[in-house]
């Protein structure tokens, strides 16, 4: 990886190395030697900078599909090393009721339902593949500070502290997360959808080793995830929580002291897993479902945060972002491939087109789920504890939703099939 140098063409410029942002850096320079592209990636923060918002305290549940985007890039093995837990079984309850089921790995011909990391061990493990390759452009802490788009060409001003510098490219991604400056600057339009919820997310230790299952508790005010962890610093038996509640209650959760909010949590989760003896520093994140109207443009592309934010329930965020990833490589190594410009607008919507039926289908699945399980409607609590325990007694409907959680929806990419682009 070069730091920012005077070379000012490139083939593909990617605002925002966040999660998206860096992983398609690393899918795109993995077609070389065969397909060498010159990418450049701007980016705020530094990956280990105390602000940088995407790897942060959280984890993220990395689907198995996901999982084998990273083998195929190589990652897999330095992102196990650094610490990926296993998820062997997932048991899913509606607190208050009898409905009740588990997914169970095995059931799914797989060894895992997928895998628990930490986004800071996420962010090493990219920005540490990202500095091996030669054809890729750091700049960072560095923003974009205006674009202007003709047929041919994108030109991009950015700034670095008080400098600034002028690139070119064929392709702009942006990446940039929610609250996107490209997206907003091209004036695309999203549909949005308050939730009056925000999760709180913190790392808990319990007294009984968690055997690799997670759970997600659905609760009156919002669904309650426990997701496994690998120990750390002598501290085993952890677990990633995140707890949604409603807006009004979550600066009292966040004033609590810890084993107020532990007592709390205890008695809004049960004993399943046992008791819950140390916390670590709460942050909450206000939910949203976000979506574009267009996801390109001739010369542009939105991905990842930047094109959809999502409710955290099933974990899908990030694991969505990531099949934009693989598509968007494909689409543009291919297009090299036969000699076509992949910033042209028809190449572009080959990409939108893949996308669109994996996109519609997890957010209207994941804001469903948040609906279903909020609302104390009787007929509609009944409905849905029904729906549980049928999907406990019918291996058909589990292998359905397991398939879907693992991430296999729609045409699976070439990365997602351990084939590499080239
Ligand atoms: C509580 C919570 C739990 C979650 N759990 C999961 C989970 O278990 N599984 C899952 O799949 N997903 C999960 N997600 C979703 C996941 O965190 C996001 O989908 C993911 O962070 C999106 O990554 P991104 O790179 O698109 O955007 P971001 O993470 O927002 O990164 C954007 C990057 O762009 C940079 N940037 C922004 N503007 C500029 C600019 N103008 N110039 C240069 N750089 C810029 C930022 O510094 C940042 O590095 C969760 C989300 C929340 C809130």
């Given at each position: 990886m070069e730091n920012n140098t005077n070379k000012t063409e490139f083939d593909v410029i990617i605002v925002g190395g966040g999660l998206v942002g860096a992983s398609l850096a690393c899918a795109l320079a993995?077609?070389?030697?065969k397909v060498e592209l010159k990418i450049a990636v701007i980016e705020n923060y530094a990956f280990d900078h105390e602000q940088q918002p995407s790897f942060d305290s959280r984890t993220v549940a990395l689907s198995y599909s996901s999982r084998e985007i990273f083998e195929t890039l190589g990652l897999w093995s330095q992102i196990e090393k650094l610490g990926a837990c296993a998820i062997e079984e997932i048991h899913v309850s509606d607190r208050g009721h009898m409905g009740l089921t588990h997914l169970r790995a095995h059931e799914q011909g797989s060894e895992a339902l997928g895998y628990v990391v930490e986004n800071q061990l996420l962010g090493k493990a990219l920005y540490q593949r990202l500095s091996e390759y030669k054809n890729i452009y750091l700049f960072c802490p560095a923003s974009v500070a205006s674009f202007t788009t003709d047929k041919q060409l994108v030109e991009v001003k950015i700034t670095e502290g008080d400098k600034e510098a002028l690139l070119s490219t064929r392709l702009l991604v942006a990446?940039?997360?929610?609250?996107s400056f490209v997206r907003q600057q091209a004036d695309i339009k999203t549909r949005n959808l308050e939730y009056n919820q925000s999760a709180i997310i913190t790392n808990i230790a319990c007294d009984k080793p968690h055997n690799n299952i997670a759970y997600e508790r659905f609760t009156d005010s919002g669904p309650l995830a426990l997701l496994p962890l690998n120990d750390c610093e002598g501290i085993s038996n952890r677990y990633s929580l995140v707890w949604t509640l409603k807006n009004e209650q979550v600066e009292k959760y966040l004033a609590m002291d810890d084993e107020t909010f532990l007592a709390a949590l205890q008695q809004r989760f049960g004993i399943r897993a046992g008791q819950f003896i140390k916390t670590a520093k709460r942050v909450s994140y206000p939910l949203e479902l976000m979506r574009v109207k267009e996801s390109v443009r001739q010369r542009l592309a939105i991905i990842g945060n930047a094109a959809h934010t999502l409710h955290p329930v099933a974990g899908q965020g990030f694991n969505l972002g990531l099949r934009d990833v693989a598509s968007l490589a494909e689409v543009v190594i291919q297009a090299r491939l036969q000699q076509e410009d992949f910033g042209e607008l028809y190449c572009l919507q080959k990409y939108e087109a893949w996308r669109k039926r994996d996109l519609l289908q997890t957010s209207l699945s994941t804001d469903s789920l948040v609906r279903l399980f909020t609302t104390n409607f009787l007929p509609v609590v009944v409905a849905r504890n029904m729906a549980l325990l049928a999907m406990d007694m019918l291996p058909g409907m589990k292998i359905n939703m397991g398939r879907q959680a693992m991430g296999f929806v729609g045409k699976v990419s070439r990365l997602a099939r351990g084939l590499p682009l080239v």
């Open positions: 993995s077609a070389a030697p990446a940039d997360g929610g609250q």
